[in-house]
C-alpha cells in the first residue's frame, strides 16, 4: 500500500487536524498559519505543525508568497484519495460550524486575497468579539 496514504490517514486521525482539513475543504480557499491559529485558537506551533503534517502527507499544497506561506486542497486523481476527501467532506457541518464562522470572519479581513494581519490582532479581536 502506499505509504503517503497511511501518512494521509495517520494525520486525519487527529482531531485538530481533521478539523483543519474539513475546514480547508469547505471553505474552498487558501489558509495561513496566522489565519488557522486565529480561527483554531491554536498555538503558532500547533497550527503550523498541522498544516505541515497534512501537506506532507499529500492533503494539501503550499505556496509562499512575500512573508506568507498559503496553504490549499491537493488535487486528487487516485480514486481512494478522492474518496478520503468526499468522506472527510461529508462530516456534517454542525460538528465545526464555530470554525467556519470563525474562519469567514478572518479570511474578510485580506486585503486584495492575501493574508495583512498577523494573529491575535487588535482586528481580529475586535471582528470576533462583534459576535
Not at 28 to 48: F, H, L, P, R, W
Request: glycine share 4%; with cysteine; hydrophobic share 45%.
Amino acid at each position: 500500500m502506499n505509504e503517503q496514504f497511511i501518512d494521509a490517514l495517520k494525520a486525519l486521525a487527529e482531531p485538530h487536524r481533521l478539523r483543519l482539513f474539513w475546514l480547508l475543504i469547505h471553505v474552498d480557499q487558501c489558509i495561513t498559519v496566522a489565519e488557522a491559529m486565529d480561527v483554531t485558537g491554536d498555538t503558532q506551533y500547533n497550527a503550523s505543525r498541522n498544516l505541515k503534517m497534512l501537506y506532507k502527507a499529500g492533503l494539501l499544497k503550499q505556496m509562499k508568497s512575500g512573508k506568507w506561506v498559503y496553504y490549499n486542497l491537493a488535487e486528487q486523481e487516485e480514486p481512494h484519495w478522492q474518496a478520503l476527501v468526499q468522506s472527510v467532506g461529508s462530516i456534517p457541518a454542525s460538528e465545526f460550524a464555530d470554525v467556519v464562522t470563525k474562519c469567514k470572519k478572518r479570511l474578510a479581513m485580506r486585503v486584495n486575497n492575501e493574508c495583512v494581519v498577523g494573529p491575535g490582532s487588535e482586528q481580529w479581536l475586535a471582528a470576533i468579539s462583534s459576535t
